[in-house]
Structure formats: structure tokens, C-alpha cells
């Protein structure tokens, strides 16, 4: 378009629809595994309390040799990455405190912060422009009819974007937005708040072609240090599942925390880090880092009640975390082609160098993620880890 030409704009998607293009959610389990008396790991009992945040409390027996299970699963047939395999486990930063203490999550709001700046800055660059028309048509001593039909249209974005502005700083229960806050219920050993991740694609690409993003790299849990976490060794890992095992030995974080029986006053967290190879169209590969805090408790020996309860079918054994996992930001609405390389946005991450129309692509490959969730026989409600 020449310069100075007029905005045109068509009614946009809803503001859901349109994040939820960007917008991938997924669960992260995990299952601690114990050699039981026929020699077979065997997933620990998880105890639910209403003052632990992390989903419940693992019940580790003194002196035994241990498994981490974990497994990424997503969540509708919504978004655009796709997970393809765990490629590390990481386990440490153990601390403690007592239940007086404000209980402990996986929550971090670090990359929800990053978000709603890039969305606010993409929402300025596009208001300054609107604004920009604006005044060229209200320096004109008269308007056709075609001019005022424009700046009626113009004004109506203006309050649009305002509006959606709110929206996305200050989301409304269940609007599906990033950072909303989800009342519905969660399976048994969930946890409550769901942590952001973000990363946007387009703009790191533009920066540094070449290099391998990492979605959550910085994304650290409050309290967490880097240097005192130890990478597992993987055992078994089911790549169809997103599924993998790996070897714990408690005793190499040389703390007594893991060592000894805890107190009943006491809490003892862990924060655990997986690494999966993700997706997203068009064959882009990325790694995408899930954090975890997890709450254990060891004992030396079940009393009988506690044995008794161990015949029970129903016996939780397992935590998890859900994850927003935001890839971009999403247009605001179909301005001019020039608008669009000012906001230098783009609804759908794609390379500089593509030149064909990938529509047809992105179709395919959602219509892909979704015969492979049916095909793992899930569903939104799903909540069972096959084993390995």
C-alpha cells in the first residue's frame, strides 16, 4: 500500500480464538517409583493435605532405591506445539519448612510478566498508528462521507484495542486468556495455579536465526539454583507416550533432609526439572523446560493403618502441574499489510525465508495432533499414566 493510505479493518476473531492459536496447554506428571519386596519398582503413595500446594505428599521409605517417573501429557487438540520426546530429568534444591509456613508450588510468573509487556508493546506500535490516522483526518476542515465512515471505523478499533488491552492485564475467570485464572475443577493431585511459559518465536528467530530456542531456559521456580540440581540418568522412556524413567539415588544430594525420617512439623521440597523436544508447524524444533516442586516425607515403617491403606485401589500415586505454553502473540486484527510489518507480529510462527502459503500446512498438522491424542485413547478429563 502507499504511503499514508487508509486502515482498513475487518471484524476480528474473538480474543480467545485467538490466543488459543498461540496457546499449547500440557500436563506434567510425576510418579516416584520404590523397589518393593518382589524386587519391582512400584509407584510411592501420594498424601493429599489440604496445606500442601504441590499436589499432595510423596511417601518415601528410609533407605530404598528409587525411580522418578514423568510423563508430558496435553490437553484438548487446542495450540500449536507438539511434544516428541523427554530428553532430561533433573532433581535438587532441596528445602525445608514447617506447616505454619506459607505452603510452596510450581508456580512463577516471570514469563506471564514478559507476555503482557510484548502484548502491550504490540498494542501500542498499533494504536500509534490508528492514532496517526486519526489526526490526518481531523486536520481536514471537511470530510467526505467515505472519511467519516473511516473514523467512525478507526475510533470503534481505538476502544477495541483498549478494551482488549484489560483483558489480557487483567483476564477475566476462565477466559481462556493467558493467566487466567482457571475455577474448574482439577484432577486429583493437580495443582491449582497454572504457570505461563513464553517464549516468542518470531521475534528470536529474527534476532538469531540460527540458534535453538529453549521455551521456559529461565523460568525458575522462587528459591531455585541451578548448580545444585542433579541430571538423572534416564532408564526407559516411551517416545509415543511422552513418557520416561529415570534412576534416583537420594543419597547423592548428601543432605539429611532425604537422609533421616522427617518430622511431622516438617516439609521437604524438591523442585524437578524435564526437558522435552517439542514441534511446532512446519517441521521448527524447539525445547521446552517443565519445572516441578514436589513434596516428599520419609519414614522408616508403615503403621498398621497406613498398611491397611495400602490394599485400598483408589490410593493416589502421583502429582502434576498444568502449563500454558505461549509461542507468540497473536494479531490484533487484519490491518494493512503495512500495518502488519510496523507491529512486526505474526499470528503463526513461521521463517523468514518461507514464501508459500503453509494454511493448508497448519491444518494438517493440527488435524495430526489431534489423531494422536484419540489415538493415546485421551481426552481433556484424562487423567491415567499407562506404565511404561
Known sequence: PRAGSPIVTTPPAPLYDRWSE????????????????????????????????????????QGLS?????????????????????????????TTSSRHQAALDSYQNEDLLKLRCAWSEALESVQNRIGDQLHKLTEKEVMTDAEEEERGKLLEEWIRLLRERDAVLIPKENSGVPGARDTRPVPQGMEVRIPTLFADVNDQLRQNPKQRIVIGE????????????????????????????????????ETENLNCLTEAEQRVYLILNVSVDVSLPFGMELELILRKRVCVRVYKKKSLRDSMRGF???????????????????????????????????????????????????????????????????SDNDDSIAPI
Not at 496445606?51 to 499432595?56: A, F, Y
Not at 522418578?68 to 530429568?89: D, F, H, Q
Not at 512486526?344 to 495430526?368: L, V
Open 22 to 61: 498461540m496457546m499449547t496447554r500440557l500436563q506434567l506428571w510425576v510418579e516416584i517409583l520404590e523397589i518393593n519386596d518382589n524386587g519391582i519398582y512400584s509407584a510411592v503413595e501420594v498424601q493429599q493435605r489440604s496445606d500442601i500446594k504441590t499436589g499432595g505428599v510423596y511417601q518415601l521409605r
Open 66 to 94: 528409587r525411580r522418578i517417573l514423568v510423563r508430558v501429557l496435553p490437553v484438548g487438540a487446542g495450540g500449536n506445539i507438539a511434544c516428541k520426546s523427554i530428553t532430561g530429568i533433573s532433581i535438587g534444591n532441596i
Open 218 to 253: 529461565r523460568s525458575n521456580l522462587s528459591g531455585q539454583d541451578d548448580s545444585q540440581m542433579i541430571r538423572l540418568s534416564t532408564v526407559k522412556h516411551d517416545q509415543h507416550r511422552v513418557c520416561a524413567i529415570a534412576a534416583w539415588d537420594s543419597s547423592t544430594h
Open 312 to 378: 485400598m485401589q483408589d490410593i493416589p500415586k502421583r502429582c502434576g502441574v498444568m502449563f500454558e505454553v505461549v509461542t507468540g502473540i497473536p494479531l490484533f486484527s487484519n490491518f494493512s499489510l503495512e500495518s502488519l510489518n510496523n507491529n512486526k507480529r505474526s499470528s503463526t510462527p513461521i521463517k523468514e525465508d518461507a514464501e508459500e502459503d503453509r494454511s493448508g500446512d497448519k491444518s494438517t498438522f493440527r488435524n495430526s495432533t489431534e489423531n494422536t491424542i484419540k489415538s493415546n485413547g485421551l
